[in-house]
């Protein structure tokens, strides 16, 4: 697997400010907006979205209000948004969860994936490999190694079945050859709370997610599933480095709307992200969180998940992963 799930979407914040300069749906919005959020408060995928919408209240003067739905790996809130009417006041937080792996993972989905117009890819970042503190292994290849040793032995808690994280975990053991214990949750916040207290041995997760635990030490971060280090995680490996290929887990976050959303007001949309993606205090506070902005057209977010969704089906197809 190579790098180009990230570089493929680097934009500048230059275009996004000036897309914002031709207003494409005035009067738009007039009410305040519902960004659903498929999972817990506190979670990587909350985290991102109220970052951003503090700053899209402050562009609009209109209110926009994160609400949690979370369960079935994001499917809940996915069904709420797909489901919406197509005007604009209702959007989802974009994530592999509800955009690609419940669509495509699910023997019955309640939703396809083009029953979204996807508005923007706000960011994207690698997940990480952490573990409960007591874990016997602190390196990568250490953990590896103690995994083939342990097969089917080892707890591994995901934010719900196909979401981004128990993708991740597919991917993992399909690199490595181990054999986990799938435990799904209902978001990453209470799979975290386990991990802190050794109820599971670990999980794949964002730096957005646990990163207060991390701070805290109540978990370890064992490696970074992705291309390189992160700036937050310096002195943390990435799998590649221990030798562990073709194990890189991207995540990405961004802001979806029903289709059917009349073009010029995802364009609006649109236009108002890339803008909050341009301020400091956004970059920053996503720069923290090991992230890396992306912004871009609604085409460039289209393509992108349409790229991420054949990554998948290959997995189907090899067996990885199977339809629940």
Not at 142 to 170: C, I, Q, R
Not at 179 to 201: E, M, N, R, T
Not at 204 to 224: F, G, L, N, P
Not at 240 to 269: C, H, S, W
Request: aromatic content about 6%; some cysteine; hydrophobic content about 45%.
């Amino acid at each position: 697997m190579n790098v180009t799930w990230l570089v493929a979407l680097l934009s500048c914040a230059i275009s996004g400010v000036a897309a914002a300069q031709a207003d494409p749906a005035p009067g738009f919005p007039s009410k305040p907006i519902r960004w659903i959020v498929g999972f817990t408060p506190g979670a990587s995928n909350d985290v991102v979205a109220r970052t951003v919408a503090a700053r899209l209240t402050e562009i609009w003067g209109r209110q926009i209000i994160i609400d949690n739905r979370p369960g079935a790996g994001g499917m809940i809130g996915g069904e709420l948004a797909a489901r919406a009417a197509p005007d604009g006041y209702t959007v989802l937080l974009a994530t592999g969860g509800p955009n690609i792996g419940n669509p495509l993972l699910s023997k019955r989905p309640v939703y396809r994936i083009e029953d979204f117009a996807y508005v923007v890819i706000a960011a994207a970042t690698p997940m990480v490999v952490i573990v409960t503190p007591s874990f016997p292994a602190h390196t990568p290849r250490e953990f590896v190694d103690y995994l083939k040793a342990n097969p089917g032995k080892v707890n591994w808690a995901s934010a719900g079945v196909n979401s981004t994280p128990h993708v991740s975990m597919a991917i993992f053991t399909h690199a490595t050859g181990v054999k986990l214990i799938h435990v799904p949750y209902k978001g990453g916040a209470p799979a975290l709370i386990d991990v802190v207290s050794g109820q599971v041995a670990g999980m794949h997760t964002s730096v957005a997610t646990a990163e207060s635990q991390i701070r805290a030490r109540r978990v370890r971060v064992i490696a970074v599933a992705g291309p390189k280090r992160l700036s937050s995680l310096p002195d943390v490996p990435t799998l590649a480095e221990a030798g562990v290929n073709d194990a890189e887990a991207p995540n990405f976050y961004g802001m979806a709307a029903p289709a059917r959303t009349p073009p010029a007001i995802v364009q609006k949309l649109n236009s108002g992200v890339n803008q909050a993606l341009a301020q400091s205090e956004v970059r920053r506070r996503l720069a923290d969180l090991g992230m890396e902005i992306v912004g871009g057209s609604p085409q460039d977010a289209a393509r992108f998940v349409m790229q991420e969704a054949g990554r998948v089906r290959k997995l189907i197809s090899a067996g990885v992963l199977t339809p629940e």
